[in-house]
């Protein structure tokens, strides 16, 4: 890339962070947000990837007025065959026909929140089949991308449950590994199952191209950001969240063959030894 593209680049970057997602130099609101239900957008099917685990992908209208950009996300339900619970995490509002279909699976019981900017359809679920809300100590609800409130009261929403770390979640055989360097609270669910499975919010991501559900701003300004890559680690989370990178790398310490992605398609089978070149490799804008 020459100069001349080098500093186009970086304009954008000051523009996305500025303008499009949050000014960092601007004061943390302190006006409480009214909760909003988001209306149903399109989506795909459920589909049972493992186990009883299903897994769907639809999409999200970002907050950012200019450009209007809709883009993809992915939900995880997990079943607890034990009591016919339903936990859903990266959580999508389905239409009715999609929750006909989610009801003959089992009860919406429990809403995990694992990420930080996901959880717009909480509300949602809460409302509607009075499913408990779980969220990482710290999470704020909040629609605001240019000065967004660090205090969770002044959210949209708080959840009936706060994990700390060392908590576990609601769901069988499953543990919460924690980014303790990220300025916002992430982590992964990590099911001890079919040889591992994560279950990821922001921080690993599988887009290997645009699909039908991103707009012609979302294939434009995510394209030209690295989003589009299979077997990817976040570029928005590394921006905004700020992990180090050893703590990213971590994940190579958990044992695990298959990642379902808050974004992008499942990765089901020898999801350890795809996703390792780009943890040991260079991770842009992710420092020691």
């Known amino acids: 890339m020459g100069t001349l593209g080098v500093q186009v680049k970086n304009l954008a970057v000051k523009i996305l962070d500025k303008v499009m997602f949050r000014n960092e130099g601007a004061v943390a609101s302190k006006k409480r947000e009214v909760l909003k239900v988001y209306p149903v957008l399109p989506h795909g099917e459920l589909k049972e990837v493992l186990s009883n685990?299903?897994?769907?992908?639809?999409?999200?209208?970002?907050?950012?007025?200019?450009?209007?950009?809709?883009?993809?996300?992915?939900?995880?339900?997990?079943?607890?065959?034990?009591?016919?619970?339903?936990t859903l995490i990266n959580s999508i509002r389905l239409n009715e026909e999609g929750l006909k279909h989610l009801e003959k699976i089992g009860k919406v019981a429990h809403i995990l929140r694992i990420a930080a900017f996901h959880g717009?359809?909480?509300?949602?679920?809460?409302?509607?089949?009075?499913?408990?809300v779980y969220a990482l100590k710290g999470q704020v609800y909040t629609r605001e991308m240019m000065n967004p409130p660090t205090d969770p009261d002044f959210g949209f929403m708080q959840p009936d449950v706060w994990l700390r770390e060392g908590d576990l979640p609601p769901v069988p055989n499953g543990k919460l590994k924690w980014f303790i360097s990220c300025t916002v609270p992430e982590s992964i669910l990590v099911l001890k199952q079919d040889g591992g499975v994560l279950v990821a919010g922001d921080s690993l991501q599988n887009s290997a191209s645009a699909d039908q559900y991103h707009n012609w701003a979302a294939k434009l300004m995510m394209g030209k950001f690295g989003f589009f890559k299979p077997f990817n680690v976040g570029p928005g989370w590394i921006q905004f969240g700020k992990p180090k990178l050893s703590d990213v790398r971590s994940i190579l310490d958990l044992e695990f063959e298959h990642v379902l992605p808050g974004h992008g398609a499942a990765v089901i089978g020898g999801a350890k030894e795809k996703f390792r070149p780009i943890l040991e490799g260079e991770i842009k804008g992710c420092h020691a």
């Not at 897994?55 to 339900?77: A, E, I, N």
């Not at 717009?120 to 408990?132: L, N």
């Open 53 to 86: 685990i299903w897994f769907v992908t639809g999409q999200v209208k970002m907050p950012m007025l200019f450009p209007p950009m809709k883009g993809s996300r992915s939900m995880t339900v997990i079943k607890n065959p034990a009591n016919g619970e339903l």
């Open 120 to 132: 717009r359809d909480d509300a949602f679920y809460r409302e509607r089949y009075g499913a408990k």
